[in-house]
């Protein structure tokens, strides 16, 4: 088993406190409630590095973590589709997420979070999509995995696999029996390190 050590190197909630990060980086991106958190959690080998929520739409800021012997930065950014959010809110996530991808560089992949017990939703197509015509390389993770029938997950591979035609193999990904976390671990660095 190894953990990636991931130390917190900032944590954005608006603009001009976005960092500059020398490190190639990827970022991960889901919507409110995926399991994003408890995937930083998982990585890290640590319960308490990222917040997990209980009220979906919390986390509003984009996070930075170091993964320091593998020489990259993990960018969790703000889950996006959380419907009782206001406008005015959902505008100011999104300005701060294309702050980020206008600042940066270095970023070598996007790590779409998906629910592996729902079909393809509007909005996680939508942002394959937008990430495919800038030609940035996307890696699918079904998260939740544990809680999906054998079949579905096989359903859900075939169908991201097809939709995404994802720079990586679809990632099934349960942060509470740690299955995925491996070939994640493994797939994150080569995509930040090629
Ligand atoms: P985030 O909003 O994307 O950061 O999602 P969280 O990590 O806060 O998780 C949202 C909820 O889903 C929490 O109640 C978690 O316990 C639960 N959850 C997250 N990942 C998994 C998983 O792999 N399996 C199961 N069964 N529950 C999960």
Redesign the pocket.
Known sequence: RTELSLALLATAYLTDQIPTVDAPQVALA?R????????VNCLAGRKGL?K???T?GK?RSLNFYMAQAAGYCLVDLP?YGYARCSMAEREKWAKLIDSYLKKTSRLRAVTA?VDCRLPPQRLDVELVDWLRARRMPVLVVL?????CKQRDREARKKEWRELARPAFPPIL????TGLGREALCRVLAEAALS
């Open positions: 889901g409110s409630n995926v399991g994003k958190s408890t995937l990222a997990i929520s209980a979906p986390t889950g979070l998260t939740k995995a544990d809680k990904f349960s942060g509470k």
